[in-house]
T-cell receptor
Framework: DTGVSQNPRHKITKRGQNVTFRCDPI?????LYWYRQTLGQGPEFLTY????????KSRLLSDRFSAERPKGSFSTLEIQRTEQGDSAMYLC???????????FGPGTRLTVL | GDSVTQMEGPVTLSEEAFLTINCTYT??????LFWYVQYPGEGLQLLLK?????DKGSNKGFEATYRKETTSFHLEKGSVQVSDSAVYFC??????????FGAGTTVTVRA
């Protein structure tokens, strides 16, 4: 299967701990996106990369959040000092630059106790 | 800013019934419009899309027409099946990268 993959699929952590999620996009896709989805809502845009450059960050991405895509392939999203309000599904998507269609991974469900 | 408003659910239908999910949008310029579907336990999948006014997207018996004059992109299917039970999201892209989603509509089809 050559779709978008995300790890881990589930993460339970205690408030104040740091967590890191990984996303592996479709191999030829040069854009990678992160979204957050809370229960009963649609996904909300967090940030995106074109190759290794982070080109846009939403105001939802507080300074406790950091994302990287060091070699223009996989990406990591780190949340420091987690809060209960960070509990959500974190979705990764990828696309080609010239095509608006984004392909989504299965998501990482974060629960902060 | 960009926003999408879609019909609130949940929607419960019998098999072979007609399904319509309303979606209206507010956006700058000329956005591309999408319907995504999320089946139970699975990730978001693109169902159909339309990139300019009067385009009709279609897939798996679902259709939606890009109506610029009414800023709408309503999803329709003439005869639903139990396997169509899912959450449906309307979305738009007006700036080349960011998708803005509606809140989703849960559809349950009973046999």
């Amino acid at each position: 299967d050559t779709g978008v993959s995300q790890n881990p699929r589930h993460k339970i952590t205690k408030r104040g701990q740091n967590v890191t999620f990984r996303c592996d996009p479709i191999s030829e896709h040069n854009r990678l996106y992160w979204y957050r989805q809370t229960l009963g809502q649609g996904p909300e845009f967090l940030t995106y990369f074109q190759n290794e450059a982070q080109l846009e960050k939403s105001r939802l991405l507080s300074d406790r959040f950091s994302a990287e895509r060091p070699k223009g392939s996989f990406s990591t999203l780190e949340i420091q000092r987690t809060e209960q309000g960070d509990s959500a599904m974190y979705l990764c998507a990828s696309s080609l630059v010239v095509v608006h269609e984004q392909f989504f991974g299965p998501g990482t469900r974060l629960t902060v106790l | 800013g960009d926003s999408v408003t879609q019909m609130e659910g949940p929607v419960t239908l019998s098999e072979e019934a007609f399904l319509t999910i309303n979606c209206t949008y507010t956006a700058t310029g000329y956005p591309s419009l999408f319907w995504y579907v999320q089946y139970p336990g699975e990730g978001l999948q693109l169902l159909l899309k339309a990139t300019k006014a009067d385009d009709k997207g279609s897939n798996k018996g679902f259709e939606a027409t890009y109506r610029k004059e009414t800023t709408s992109f309503h999803l329709e299917k003439g005869s639903v099946q139990v396997s169509d039970s899912a959450v449906y999201f309307c979305a738009l892209n007006s700036n080349d990268y960011k998708l803005s989603f509606g809140a989703g509509t849960t559809v349950t089809v009973r046999a």
